[in-house]
């Protein structure tokens, strides 16, 4: 039945809410998003409250990333939003859904602002402000929206290059009251999938030929590709055709890590293989991958110079804006260039030509001799390749996710952890690469899989910036093993300075507190590692039971992230540290 009875509009919000299948919402109080928070908990739906805007949001990111559904975060006005800047940001370049509520002052005041700089307390244009790295951002001033606005900010953060959608609430209106419709009730999308044409059905064609005669084929996976989940077709291509296989640092888990033609991921911090075999490429397939600067390099017109690159992806606006010269742009979804690209491969059953076996041996080798992270022998302390080989042994046993922050330790995770589908996934922050995404990013995978160990790796540096969620952790006794990089410097920009001006004054030394004493202030337990012949014994102790640790591990301060390719160079030239 329809209940035309007037209704709040607050209570209205959190029907919709529950009819979205949102059993939960993550926020950090205030006054001006109260109305809706009280619907919320009169509708059953479970608030999470944390401690602050940002670790609230990023919990919000992780749980999407990992169900592929928007979650919500709500915040209040005025600081509660620009608080929450950095995860919308993080939300729209690293392509999460995401649906944030933000309160904000009254209709009357905000429609009498002019060009008063501010009319109400804490009072910021969040409109204007989030514009730019939303998918949509609107504020309702007319309550008769509400309904439509809602259901179609669902549709819009999961239609087609996923991401945020804000919706800015002001007081009144969640407070005012309309006609409601609390049935279930279906509002269709304005989005519509677009039909294949005919340009790209050639074009699919033509790269299953090519394929067929190249013989030094690529497969590069991003995070398009790892959204798409089809790692079953992924696998096939890859056999069918005879490539191997790179990912981005946002792709990685969408091919597994263990598989002999994985060859690691591209680029800036990338594996030292995976960047030979780009370059030296003659057939580049590129599956939801934007190919930013941090994948190509600066040498753009020297980026895989001898192949025929297919770039596939579902944003047209990076296809019509590419970095690197590409021979065949196909605007659409990783999904549906995997069916027609297979069907292509049965129709034509053309021989596949003989690959480059001298090259593929070549590629192997460079795989096998880890270039990557080499320890330095004469240290006395303890080698991050070193300790993340142990690592590799705890984390391998059952299906985990890693989350990090962003520097050293998030590039260590990614190149020397195992990961794959259906067993250990990688969580961070690469387009906006915040740090402090961590901490609270493994909260919000701990939610949404109670099942399995989250394992937090995370930098002396970037753990500060959201410390505040161990008090998150404690209070919710989540297995989360947090492992603390301590290398008292902030190391990757510290490395980039070294490498530019031949010293780092502001990021070499990082006077690092007691961590392991503030997390048992925040009740968690935690622990120290400083003797690189404790190293097992203490992970022992970190993954012993399912309730929250910390550990505290000192690492050579003097180890920098290598190979890394520098600006100017091409990708066989990378930086191999310093002699």
């Not at 479970?46 to 999407?64: H, M, N, P, R």
């Not at 005012?176 to 609390?182: E, F, V």
Request: hydrophobic share 40%; glycine share 8%.
């Amino acid at each position: 039945m329809i209940d035309l009875n007037m209704v709040d509009i607050s209570d209205l919000v959190a029907d919709i809410f529950f009819r979205k299948g949102i059993k939960k919402v993550f926020i950090y109080p205030g006054g001006t998003i109260m109305p809706i928070i009280n619907s919320l908990i009169k509708k059953k739906i479970k608030i999470e409250v944390f401690k602050s805007e940002q670790g609230a949001g990023y919990a919000a990111l992780a749980w999407s990333r990992i169900t592929k559904k928007p979650q919500v975060v709500m915040v209040t006005s005025g600081p509660g939003v620009t608080n929450l800047m950095s995860v919308i940001a993080d939300s729209y370049y690293d392509s999460t859904p995401l649906i944030a509520i933000t309160g904000q002052i009254g209709t009357k005041d905000l429609s009498s602002r002019f060009n008063v700089r501010q009319r109400g307390f804490q009072e910021v244009p969040v409109v204007d402000i989030t514009n730019k790295i939303t998918k949509r951002s609107i504020c309702i001033k007319k309550k008769l929206n509400v309904e439509n606005e809602i259901f179609e900010a669902f549709n819009i953060a999961t239609s087609g290059r996923m991401g945020p959608v804000v919706i800015d609430f002001p007081m009144d209106i969640q407070r005012s009251k309309t006609k409601g419709l609390l049935v279930s009730k279906k509002i269709k999308s304005n989005i519509k999938d677009k039909p294949l044409n005919k340009s790209i059905k050639a074009n699919i064609k033509k790269i299953a030929k090519y394929s067929c005669q190249a013989k030094r084929i690529v497969l590069l996976f991003g995070q398009g590709a790892l959204i798409e989940g089809q790692f079953v077709n992924y696998k096939k291509i890859s056999e069918l055709i005879n490539a191997h296989v790179v990912t981005s640092l946002m792709g990685i888990g969408s091919y597994d890590t263990k598989d002999k033609r994985f060859l690691g991921y591209l680029g800036h911090t990338g594996h030292y293989s995976a960047n030979i075999a780009v370059h030296e490429a003659d057939l580049l397939i590129v599956l939801g991958s934007r190919l930013d600067l941090r994948q190509t390099g600066t040498e753009v017109n020297n980026f895989s110079p001898n192949a025929k690159i297919a770039w596939i992806d579902i944003d047209n606006t990076e296809i019509k804006n590419p970095r690197v010269k590409v021979n065949w742009s196909l605007n659409i979804s990783v999904k549906e260039f995997c069916s027609q690209f297979l069907n292509e491969l049965q129709i034509i059953k053309l021989q596949i030509s003989k690959k480059d076996a001298l090259w593929i041996k070549k590629i192997l080798k460079i795989k096998n001799s880890r270039f990557e992270d080499i320890p330095r022998n004469n240290s006395k302390f303890i080698q991050p390749r070193n300790f993340f080989d142990k690592l590799k042994k705890f984390v391998d046993k059952k299906p985990s996710i890693i989350t990090t922050g962003v520097g050293c330790h998030q590039q260590w995770a990614a190149r020397h952890l195992n990961y794959g589908p259906n067993y250990s996934s990688f969580l961070t922050s690469g387009g906006h690469g915040t740090m402090g995404y961590d901490l609270p990013s493994s909260i919000g995978a701990a939610m949404a899989k109670e099942e399995k160990t989250i394992v937090c790796i995370v930098g002396d540096g970037s753990f500060l910036m959201n410390v505040q969620e161990l008090a998150s952790i404690a209070e919710r006794n989540l297995n989360i093993k947090i492992i603390l990089l301590n290398n008292q410097r902030l190391g990757i920009v510290s490395q980039f300075q070294k490498i530019t001006w031949g010293n780092d004054p502001t990021t070499g030394t990082f006077k690092s507190p007691r961590f392991e004493k503030i997390s048992k202030g925040f009740n968690v337990d935690s622990g120290l590692l400083k003797n690189k012949n404790e190293i097992t014994k203490k992970l022992k102790w970190l993954f012993k039971g399912k309730k929250p640790k910390l550990l505290n591990v000192f690492i050579d301060p003097k180890s920098d992230v290598t190979p890394m390719l520098l600006s100017g160079q091409s990708m066989n030239e990378m930086w191999m540290g310093e002699v």
